[in-house]
């Protein structure tokens, strides 16, 4: 039988680091807002015992924190939350729809262009290609919203990160300050 550990037991600041790396996790996966992972990390900085770790993790699911001597709290990785995008085909995977649209369009344009521009039609003419090239993204593009949305979402987990490593570092250089 394993002894659980007193939660008067001074923690390090590794444990603080897997505190606040779990923490993050919370936030990312949308259990936390970014104005509570400040407040909590605040106070993960300020801990100083097990016990002030665990009642900041009370309400949230695993992962939490990783003791030295208790690597089994360290939850394994999940599934990955969103598909990764196939990278895009090279025009020697292409059939023969795709290869015939891919060197025909580029010639309606600049037809389409250079009769509009001499005057010859009418501009309602560049309709065709436009069409042409929505047909032919709908058939066999990525899609305008699901390859629009990834990237969104992307981006706004990136900042996110950021905006959680710099007051993590924040929280770091305070506590370093306070304690000299």
Do not use: C
């Not at 779990?22 to 400040?38: P, T």
């Not at 939850?75 to 598909?83: D, H, L, T, V, Y």
């Amino acid at each position: 039988m394993t002894e659980v550990p007193s939660p008067q037991l001074r923690i390090s600041d590794q444990n603080r680091e897997s505190a606040l790396s779990a923490l993050g996790e919370h936030m990312s996966a949308g259990r936390i807002d970014i104005d509570e992972y400040g407040e909590r990390s605040a106070r993960i900085t300020a801990a100083k015992t097990r016990g002030e770790l665990v009642e900041i993790f009370t309400d949230l699911p695993a992962p939490h924190p990783r003791y030295d001597d208790t690597p089994q709290a360290v939850a394994a990785p999940g599934p990955p939350k969103e598909p990764v995008p196939a990278p895009p085909r090279s025009p020697d995977g292409w059939n023969g729809g795709q290869r015939f649209v891919a060197a025909f369009l580029p010639l309606v344009w600049i037809a389409t262009i250079a009769l509009i521009a001499t005057g010859v039609v009418h501009g309602t003419l560049i309709l065709i290609p436009i069409g042409l090239s929505i047909f032919g993204r709908a058939i066999w593009g990525h899609g305008h919203d699901g390859h629009h949305d990834h990237h969104d979402r992307r981006d706004r987990h990136l900042r996110d990160r950021e905006r959680r490593r710099e007051l993590r570092d924040s929280y770091r250089d305070r506590r370093r300050e306070l304690g000299r």
